[in-house]
Each structure stands twice: as structure tokens, then as C-alpha cells.
């Protein structure tokens, strides 16, 4: 009788270690999956605030794009005054040819010339900007999916954290 009663310890506690251990290793997976989710959710803070930034860039290339269109205009009209003097400026040569009117024919050329410069270089700087404001967007559209994206996978995972609390708990019970 003493044997029986000792195996059946033996056997009672043994079935109450493996079934310890069947709810550690069941914490131990929640507590996994919660420091996923810990890590998931950082991830999404530091996609939100490359989205934030991305969208604080685009504003200030918005800005910089307005005031570059804006010195583009200015110079297209210094274009056009300028060849309207240089027209003036040729035709008074060629009526009534002196060093007064071939210094006025030189400073419109060159007024002229300035002017072209200017219009070409403000030009440039607005492609460029745009360009660059387009590579924004694109990035922008980026990061908007990819919070999106981490939205359902922060979801998911806690969809899953959820379920294996739930687990535990009637496990517990």
C-alpha cells in the first residue's frame, strides 16, 4: 500500500511539474509576443515620424518651390525690359552712330545677356525643386503605405496577445 501511495505521489507530481511548465512555457510565448508587439509598435512611432518629417520637407519645398516660380517671373520680365532696351538701344545706333550710343548699345547687350542668365540659372532652380519635390511625394506615398501597413501587422499582433491572454486565463481557470 505504501508503494501504491508513493507512485501515486510520484505520479501526482510529476503531472503538476509538466503542467507548471505547460503554463510558464505559455507565459513565456505571451511574454514574447508582447515584446513583439513592444517592438511593433515602436517601429510604427518611427514610421509616423519619418511621415511627419517627410511631410514638414514637402511644406518647406512648397514654400521654396512659390518663391522660386515667384524670381522666375521677375526675371522673365527683367528679360523682357531688357530686350526692349536692347531694341532701343540698336535702332538709336543705327540711326545716329556715336560713343554715347555705342555705350548704351553695349550696357543694353550686356543688360541683355544678364537678364538671359538669369532667367536660364532661375530656371534650373525651379526644375530642380520640382524634381525634388516630386522624389517628396513619392516618398511621402511610401511612408503613407507603410503605416498603413504596420497599422494591420500592430493589428494582427495584438489580435494575437489578446488570444493568448484569453488562453491563459482559462487555463488559469
Avoid: P
Amino acid at each position: 500500500m505504501a508503494v501504491n501511495r508513493g507512485r501515486a505521489l510520484f505520479f501526482a507530481s510529476a503531472l503538476g511539474v509538466f503542467g507548471w511548465c505547460g503554463l510558464v512555457q505559455g507565459a513565456s510565448n505571451l511574454t514574447v509576443e508582447q515584446n513583439k508587439l513592444a517592438r511593433m509598435e515602436q517601429s510604427q512611432e518611427n514610421r509616423l515620424v519619418e511621415l511627419e518629417d517627410v511631410e514638414n520637407e514637402m511644406l518647406a519645398y512648397e514654400y521654396k518651390l512659390k518663391r522660386a516660380q515667384e524670381s522666375l517671373s521677375k526675371a522673365r520680365e527683367n528679360y523682357q525690359q531688357s530686350l526692349k532696351e536692347l531694341t532701343v538701344a540698336e535702332r538709336e545706333h543705327k540711326v545716329a552712330a556715336s560713343t554715347d550710343t555705342e555705350r548704351a548699345l553695349h550696357k543694353a547687350k550686356h543688360a541683355f545677356s544678364m537678364a538671359e542668365r538669369g532667367v536660364d540659372s532661375r530656371n534650373r532652380r525651379v526644375e530642380i525643386i520640382e524634381a525634388t519635390f516630386g522624389e517628396l511625394e513619392a516618398r511621402l506615398k511610401e511612408s503613407q503605405a507603410s503605416v498603413a501597413a504596420g497599422k494591420s501587422r500592430l493589428s494582427a499582433q495584438q489580435a494575437q496577445v489578446d488570444t493568448l491572454v484569453k488562453a491563459m486565463l482559462v487555463q488559469a481557470e
